[in-house]
């Protein structure tokens, strides 16, 4: 089972595809709690808690995978301690970037509430020594990418915000590697490359970095030597009112997924 606060955990999903073909999918997205980003700690952590423990008990996943930075970096341990599945998380891959990094300075976008976090700072002191890292928050890129997978325009100027936000931080020295720290994110990589070099004048070899092959990976370890049947569509299951999921039809299709479900 994926899980996130909307449709960003979809990055994820589209790489376990790959490492995963036939392993039967339920992806829960909390609609009626997105966006978490503005949320406080302790609200993110008991409405994450709580949900899993209800989901894990109505379908009784092999695996949950947190499909989402923000409960991830917030919630992971709480979440393993109150539950006895598998549990993989999702957290900014700080690391491949600070390693790949040739100019030494490095991007973090991510939610306002990922960005703060001690996760994060231990993150950066372990794997981005030596390196300067930036962090922005860029809220405005989670309504994008809900938009984009529900057939909508995305609106480049909030893409353009963001990375100039990032930019400024910088001081004019060139970020080489850009940690999409949300996993909404990687669902605009081609806009926000197409925005940075074309709009902004970024360098076209400034590279965006997720983690979704990694934790794809992850996923394909903890499950190693597991049978799985393809029993059909996977399922999507969300919080909150139904038409919540109107217009995700076809990108839910595109992926193997039946129209969305109430939770
Ligand atoms: N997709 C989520 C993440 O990875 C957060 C989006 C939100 O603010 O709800 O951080």
């Known amino acids: 089972m994926l899980f996130d606060s909307g449709v ?3 990055s994820v999903y589209d790489a376990l595809r790959v490492a995963l073909p036939d392993a039967p999918v339920i992806y829960a997205a909390d609609f009626a709690g997105i966006p978490y980003g503005t949320k406080s700690e302790a609200e993110i952590a008991a409405r994450v808690a709580g949900l899993l423990g209800r989901m894990s008990e109505r ?26 599945v ?15 990094s040739k100019s030494g300075v490095i991007g973090l976008l991510g939610t306002q509430a990922t960005i703060r976090q001690q996760y994060v700072d231990d993150l ?9 890292l930036h962090r922005h928050a ?12 529900r057939g909508q325009a995305v609106n480049r100027a909030v893409l353009a915000e963001a990375l100039q936000g990032l930019s400024e931080d910088s ?65 999507f299951v969300i919080t909150g009112p139904i038409e919540r999921a109107a217009g995700l039809d076809a990108a839910l299709s595109a992926r193997g997924f039946a129209p969305a479900l109430p939770f």
């Open 86 to 100: 598998p549990i993989v998380g999702t957290v900014p891959a700080i690391k491949p970037a600070a390693l790949a």
């Open 171 to 235: 001081k004019g020295i060139w970020i080489d590697h850009v940690v999409l720290g949300c996993t909404h994110f990687p669902l605009l990589a081609e806009e926000l490359m197409d925005v940075a070099v074309s709009e902004l004048g970024w360098s076209p070899d400034t590279r965006f970095v997720d983690g979704a092959i990694g934790i794809a990976r992850r996923i394909a370890d903890r499950l190693d030597g597991q049978e799985f049947a393809k029993t059909g569509d996977n399922h």
């Open 8 to 10: 960003g955990g979809l």
């Open 59 to 84: 379908f009784d996943p092999r695996l949950i995978c947190i499909a989402c930075n923000t409960a991830s970096t917030i919630a992971l341990g709480t979440v393993r301690e109150v539950l006895e």
């Open 138 to 149: 860029a809220p405005g890129l989670v309504d994008e990418a809900e938009r984009k997978l």
């Open 124 to 132: 950066e002191r372990e794997f981005a020594v030596g390196k300067t």
